[in-house]
């Protein structure tokens, strides 16, 4: 077996691992950020008409900039690892144009909504949900397909759309707990509904992949199942449990709680699932390392040139610090619970 | 079908659509931004009705843009993965300072200067303002460094069929980008001018007389007229500069087929790649030349010149007649119109018309003015240095194929539903500010003076 880890101390050596760490946590804040508004357009749908307008209102000083975070991660696979982009893209060429159509319809149904006459709302407001959907779906259907390594039989593609299903509820448990967070009323009592009715498909999808990826490799098998890894590794799927049940239980609390105008624990359910992401989204990126296309094609096989990493590198070490910084900031100007939606 | 002219059809209908909404947004930023400024200095109302109608087109420009945007950052790789193992350790670092300083900044300040009025103070929303036109240019910025060194290239040596950058410098400014980068911008901002300009005479045209309609379309009209001539001298600059870095491409837009001293100006023609020749041609003699060379019996080369490493003609000699058909257009109603508002103070009903139906005439003409330049840099994707159709896929043509239909209808379809929501928001504003302003006429106005200010557009 060739040398999977080359020399750490050479800038072709941390450069391609420090790239791989920046692409993961820009793709795990897309997944939690656009996670929570794709999810809140898959609940649109339930909702009633005056509930939509305060719903839209709950995401929309943020969907742009939660989307941008897909740019970078994808910007990262392109510019730091070309060879893999190529690839895994390549792959994914079908159910990444039906994303990029999802998006589409949904970005620019968050506009048209709202500008076009009246007539045209409801009509608008369908986009909103099917563009979100069908971003859901395909995202998680490529998730799917990543973990089996792109092994496109029959099970293989069921296996796919399962996980697309499940990663759809699981963004629409984020939706329904943020709800929770930025809205009064009968909403947030109906969201409250929502999350509980998202859990379970989310916990059965976390626990598919983490049953397909060692059975997929041996190498993973050997990652987390030999006696010494699973000493270190036990409290990770211990951790999720617990998780799940927090939600669960501060799910079955809130309407009592909201019954009295409180609103302690509030933003609970939303914290937790958001752990619950973290935690799936770290125990995947541990089954993988180092390939990006799982077992054929390593992050240092795939990097850029050096020397063109530096560049970036140094642009990154400056600028995503900043970033941080001013969405924090957006974030607290648009703190508390979502008000109407005005231009002025 | 071929996968190549599949991508590249798929490719062009992205960039295409792409394109249309930051042309709106570069410049329609600092137009807002100047909106703000001018309502913050004097407290007129009107400049405030002005800011409310164009941010909701920014707003929906805005969104347009970034999905789209999205969708470009992903086919870079699928279409063509060999642009980024030749080019990548070029085009990727500038593809990520464009990232990481613009597409941040302008989505995270979008929020705020959209719908945060209420929840900061003036100071950080105009704050804001200034940040989300920044960023809108920043963008301009890099992706035209990336797009003139595919034209240029410059700053990077080959190793191994790949390119290495050695200077950046050399890099970010490359011989056409200055060129590129300022013909772009006041592409936008003519856009811009003439979409402020149509949609106002539009209201107009409604016998909407409210202030706010008059002092936009002045904006517009007075925008186009001075930048009009200076996009002329620009276009012409630029001219040069490729005639002196990509000569298959001038002689491509010229429909000069044979090198010669004193070539004739080709005003029309069918350019004929058989005959190699131009069918009912109609010509200036030696224009061509002096235009190019500043002598009347200067050297042009011609097609032949170039083997096969030479653009298509006929779309590149028709694509720069319309950019330039459109411009010169521009030029006269724009010099008419401000002609009109500064001798009678209004436009009258046919100039009015003709502004309504030039609304959107900077989207043809950057349109045809992208096709000239991108099409006329064929076959290469990189001068000189990678071929288009060495970089394409290998996915399958009927993959291509059937996302390239559900792109094309998604993409009629946004267009339409585009251009019908802009004049439903003109409409729409005319009637809510005349709601607005009803209660006033029962009092005294409060804070007109401010306009009656001799010489204050």
Request: net charge neutral; charged share 15%; glycine share 8%.
């Amino acid at each position: 077996m060739p040398e999977l880890v080359p020399d750490l101390t050479q800038p072709a050596g941390w450069l391609p691992l420090a790239f791989m760490i920046v692409m993961g946590l820009s793709i795990l804040a897309y997944v939690i950020l656009d996670g929570y508004d794709l999810g809140v357009g898959i609940l649109l749908e339930a909702a009633g008409d005056g509930q939509k307008d305060r719903m839209i209102a709950s995401i929309g000083p943020f969907w742009d900039a939660n989307e941008t975070w897909l740019v970078l991660g994808v910007g990262i696979l392109l510019v730091a690892f070309p060879t893999a982009h190529g690839i895994v893209l390549g792959e994914l060429y079908l159910p990444v144009a039906l994303m990029l159509i999802g998006l589409t319809l949904r970005g620019v149904a968050f506009d048209f909504r709202v500008k076009a006459g009246a007539r045209f709302k409801r009509g608008w407001d369908r986009a909103f949900f099917v563009g979100s959907l069908l971003a859901s779906l395909a995202q998680g259907y490529m998730l799917g397909l990543v973990v089996i390594g792109f092994e496109a039989d029959m099970p293989g593609l069921l296996f796919a759309a399962f996980i697309g299903v499940c990663l759809a509820s699981g963004y629409a448990l984020l939706g329904a707990t943020w709800l929770i967070i930025k809205t009064t009323g009968e909403l947030q009592l109906r969201a409250v509904a929502w999350a509980k009715r998202s859990m379970a498909l989310l916990g059965v999808g976390i626990a598919a992949v983490s049953l397909a990826t060692p059975l997929v490799s041996e190498r993973i098998f050997h990652k987390w199942f030999d006696f010494e890894n699973l000493i270190v590794l036990w409290p990770m799927p211990v951790i999720t449990a617990l998780l799940f049940f927090i939600v669960w239980r501060s799910l079955s609390r809130l309407p009592h709680r909201l019954a009295q105008n409180n609103d302690y624990g509030d933003w609970v359910p939303f914290g937790a699932t958001v752990g619950i992401f973290m935690l799936a989204f770290h125990g995947l990126a541990y089954s993988l390392f180092p390939y990006l296309v799982i077992e054929r094609l390593t992050i240092w096989e795939a990097a850029a040139a050096p020397e063109s990493l530096m560049i970036i590198f140094v642009g990154a070490v400056i600028v995503l610090p900043t970033i941080v910084g001013y969405s924090v900031f957006a974030y607290r100007v648009f703190r508390g619970k979502a008000t109407d939606l005005e231009y002025y | 079908m071929d996968p190549l002219l599949l991508s590249r059809l798929q490719f062009a209908a992205n960039i295409s659509f792409h394109i249309l909404f930051p042309m709106i947004t570069i410049a329609l930023g600092w137009v807002l931004l100047f909106f703000k400024l001018r309502y913050n200095r004097t407290g007129d109302d009107k400049w405030m009705n002005a800011y409310r109608l164009w941010v909701k087109v920014f707003a929906l420009s805005f969104a347009l843009g970034v999905v789209s945007g999205i969708t470009m950052s992903f086919q870079f790789g699928t279409n063509w993965p060999g642009f980024m193992e030749t080019v990548g350790n070029i085009a990727g670092p500038l593809l990520a300072y464009e990232v990481l300083t613009a597409f941040f900044l302008e989505a995270t300040f979008l929020g705020i200067m959209l719908f945060g009025f209420k929840r900061v103070s003036n100071r950080v929303h105009t704050l804001a303002t200034v940040l989300v036109a920044v960023g809108t240019t920043l963008s301009a910025f890099w992706i035209l460094a990336l797009n003139s060194w595919m034209h240029t290239p410059a700053g990077f040596e080959m190793r191994d069929g790949v390119a290495h950058a050695t200077d950046w410098l050399a890099i970010v400014f490359n011989p056409s980008f200055v060129y590129r980068l300022t013909h772009t911008m006041i592409a936008s901002f003519l856009t811009v001018a003439f979409l402020i300009a149509g949609l106002s005479a539009y209201r107009w045209l409604r016998g909407d007389r409210t202030p706010a309609v008059a002092a936009a379309l002045k904006v517009g009209v007075y925008l186009a007229a001075v930048l009009t001539p200076t996009q002329v001298l620009v276009g012409d600059l630029h001219g040069l500069n490729t005639l002196e870095h990509q000569p298959a491409k001038i002689a491509a837009m010229e429909g000069l087929w044979e090198t010669q001293n004193g070539a004739p100006l080709v005003l029309f023609g069918l350019p004929d790649a058989e005959t190699q020749s131009n069918r009912f041609a109609v010509e200036i003699p030696k224009l061509a030349s002096l235009i190019l060379t500043h002598e009347l019996d200067g050297e042009v080369k011609g097609i032949d010149a170039f083997e096969d490493a030479h653009p298509p003609v006929a779309m590149v000699f028709w694509s720069f007649r319309i950019m330039v058909g459109i411009g010169l257009l521009m030029l006269l109603v724009s010099w008419l119109g401000a002609y009109a508002l500064k001798r009678r103070g209004e436009i009258g009903p046919r100039l009015g018309r003709v502004l309504v139906w030039m609304s959107f005439s900077g989207w043809v003409a950057v349109l045809s003015g992208w096709y000239t330049t991108e099409i006329g840099r064929q076959p290469y994707l990189v001068h000189g240095v990678l071929r288009t159709a060495d970089a394409v896929t290998s996915v399958p043509p009927l993959s291509i194929g059937i996302t390239l239909v559900a792109y094309l209808t998604t993409y009629v379809v946004l267009v339409g539903a585009y251009v019908s929501v802009v004049f439903y928001l003109a409409r729409q504003a005319g009637r809510s500010e005349t709601k607005r302003s009803e209660p006033t006429a029962l009092g005294p106005p409060v804070l007109p003076l401010a306009t009656r200010e001799p010489g204050r557009a």
